[in-house]
């Protein structure tokens, strides 16, 4: 069971500066306090660690008698500054918004750095749990960071609408069509994209309100959509989490402790076609892909079991073992059939099956409510991220679309590939060497 940590109480007076210092030294911070860290493997199926927050870093006015015990996912924190943006390696998030915005007619470059600016100065607050900066709506108040993140990138039309071109990486070229897609262009793409997420839904939307009024007159809200994963303690253990097929998801995702991840996930520093303010990042796919949820449930369990290669009690592979054995491609039953069917979405998934492509995945679920013909509008906010399209998504999503057992349960109705620049620097915002460079 994840550890508990209980912050300090804080006075509206000792906040802000609490929260300054803890921003530049959580670890430290949080050892002196005794708060504790605790990993988000198990949600995340994948990755990085969120800090405990340190006691101080949470900037709202402190409940009345001056105690006010944050569980740790209040108190869990990751941070604004870094080589990379958060949002990309930390754990599976319980609460998770993306928006699209397209810049406001008339609004350029200059507009634009302004407004990632604001954001990144929002985002930097609101990530260490202190209110925004103007007119904050209190929706937060009370809570700690929650593991908040705010993720922002460049889409394709950015470049066009700024006149950039020259700086527009070829990787963010159009995703080619799919034979499967379904995709609706209103939802799909946009200029700037953000995605937050967060472990309390509060946190989570007060971030995205906050995002949405910064944007003030330079951007319009093009789509938003909004997810959910498992919230962190809910299970007796840390698990990999489930999508809403039932299936363990993510357990195969690559780790931040792999020896090439990195090279897989971010562009290097130097000896790649990106452009230089690039050096850090990484590109974001995103799809939505509705879950074809009635005709899914009425398979049996062994039916369901085949499609996907994978045990859905445990998501041990059907070659035997526990969820992490390594899936044994070979193994036959008594009729000399692949026990891992060929056309099993894990097995044709795999990085060896597809010339080494690897995709991190990082996806929310969504639910918005029943269709007018009663069919559930529920699935997956696929979320992957790479060094490289064109050596992630693609070659895998074509194989998947030549013929993946998994595709006559899904629909792709949205997409979007962004570019995320790397992390900004103490006293950067997100997007500076791009837009003064
Ligand atoms: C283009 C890439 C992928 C899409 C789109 C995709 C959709 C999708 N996947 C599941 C459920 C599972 N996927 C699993 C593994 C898996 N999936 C992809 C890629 C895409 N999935 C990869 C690269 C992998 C890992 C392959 C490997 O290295 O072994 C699994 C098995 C457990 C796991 O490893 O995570 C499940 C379950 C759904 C429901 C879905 C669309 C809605
Ligand atoms: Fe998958």
């Known amino acids: 069971m ?238 990999t989490t489930r999508n809403l097929m039932g299936q363990i998801d993510g357990t195969r995702n690559p780790k931040p402790s792999d020896a090439d991840f990195d090279r897989r996930i971010f562009v290097p520093a130097s000896g790649s076609n990106d452009p230089a303010w690039m050096r850090n990042g990484s590109y974001a796919v995103v799809r939505r892909i509705r879950m074809l949820l009635d005709d899914w449930e009425k398979l049996t369990l062994h039916a369901q079991e085949n499609v996907i290669g994978r045990r859905k009690s445990d998501g041990a592979a059907l070659s035997g073992g526990t969820e992490k054995t390594p899936m044994d491609l070979d193994k036959t039953d008594a009729k000399g059939e692949y026990v891992v069917p060929v056309n099993a979405h894990a097995r044709i998934t795999r990085p060896d099956q597809n010339g080494g492509a690897a995709i991190l995945r990082r996806p929310f679920s969504f639910h918005d409510g029943i269709d007018a013909d009663g069919v559930p509008d529920a699935g997956l906010l696929f979320i992957c991220w790479q060094a490289d399209p064109l050596r992630g998504f693609v070659p895998l999503q074509r194989k998947l679309d030549r013929g993946d057992a998994l595709s006559k349960y899904i629909r792709h109705e949205a997409s979007g590939l962004f570019a995320v620049p790397g992390g900004a620097a103490e006293g950067e915002y997100v997007g500076q060497r791009l837009l003064e460079g």
């Open 2 to 239: 994840a550890e508990r940590s209980i912050p300090e109480a804080r006075t509206a007076a000792g906040a802000g500066k609490d929260a300054d210092a803890a921003s530049r030294a959580p670890s430290a911070q949080g050892a002196s306090r005794g708060v504790s860290r605790r990993t988000l493997l198990g949600t995340a199926g994948a990755t990085g660690l969120v800090l405990g927050a340190a006691g101080g870093a949470v900037g709202y006015a402190a409940a009345p008698s001056g105690a006010t015990p944050l569980t740790s996912v209040g108190s869990d924190r990751a941070m604004f500054h870094g080589k990379h943006q958060p949002g990309i390696t930390e754990g599976l998030q319980a609460k998770g918004h993306l928006v699209a915005f397209d810049l406001a007619a008339g609004a350029g470059r200059k507009e634009t750095a302004a407004l990632l600016r604001r954001w990144s100065a929002t985002a930097e607050r609101l990530m260490a749990g202190e209110p925004s900066a103007h007119d904050d709506t209190d929706v937060a108040r009370d809570a700690g960071p929650s593991s908040l993140t705010i993720t922002f990138g460049f889409g394709h039309s950015f470049f066009t609408r700024t006149g950039l071109e020259k700086q527009r990486p070829v990787s963010l070229d159009p995703l080619p069509d799919f034979s499967s897609d379904r995709l609706d262009p209103s939802r799909s793409n946009g200029d700037l994209w953000v995605q937050i997420g967060a472990d309390d839904a509060l946190v989570a939307f007060h971030a995205l309100r906050a995002i949405q009024k910064d944007a003030g007159s330079a951007a319009r809200v093009r789509w938003q959509m909004n997810g959910f994963n498992r919230t962190p303690g809910a299970t007796a253990h840390p698990m």
